[in-house]
């Protein structure tokens, strides 16, 4: 499975923007789907994840109330609307997907996420 995330760009603190993760060829998306972005000279970490069916939705601390992660199944795709965006969420997005089920953390662990997508670039000025 190939993915391939789009939307990035550069906007103004406090805008915003939405990211979505495509698999490439016919394959449907219908897999447990994270987002996780690498700021410069910081360690991945993980965003938000989407169930394989839309049901449940995992995010981290630090977008929670801002960002929602969603799976648009009519257009097979899941994306990443960034609301409120600041300075701190500069970085580039991933998106993986997995066919695995999870349970707790495993859920949006980066190391249970077999595929993943070439990054997008979001740069936020303050």
């Known amino acids: 499975v190939q993915l391939q995330a789009f939307g990035g760009g550069l906007v103004q603190a406090e805008n915003s923007l939405e990211l979505s993760c495509v698999p490439s060829?016919?394959?449907?998306?219908?897999?447990?789907t994270g987002w996780f972005r690498q700021a410069r000279r910081k360690e991945r970490e993980f965003v938000a994840a989407?169930?394989?069916?839309?049901?449940?939705?995992w995010y981290a601390d630090s977008v929670k109330g801002r960002f929602t992660v969603a799976r648009d199944s009519e257009k097979n795709k899941v994306n990443l609307q960034m609301n409120n965006l600041t300075a701190g969420d500069t970085a580039v997005y991933f998106c993986?997907?997995?066919?695995?089920?999870?349970?707790?953390?495993?859920?949006?662990?980066?190391?249970?996420?077999?595929?993943w997508g070439q990054g997008t670039v979001v740069t936020v000025s303050s």
């Open positions: 993986a997907a997995d066919r695995m089920l999870c349970s707790g953390s495993n859920c949006y662990r980066s190391a249970t996420f077999e595929y």
């Open positions: 060829g016919s394959t449907d998306i219908d897999f447990r």
């Open positions: 989407v169930s394989w069916n839309g049901g449940y939705q």
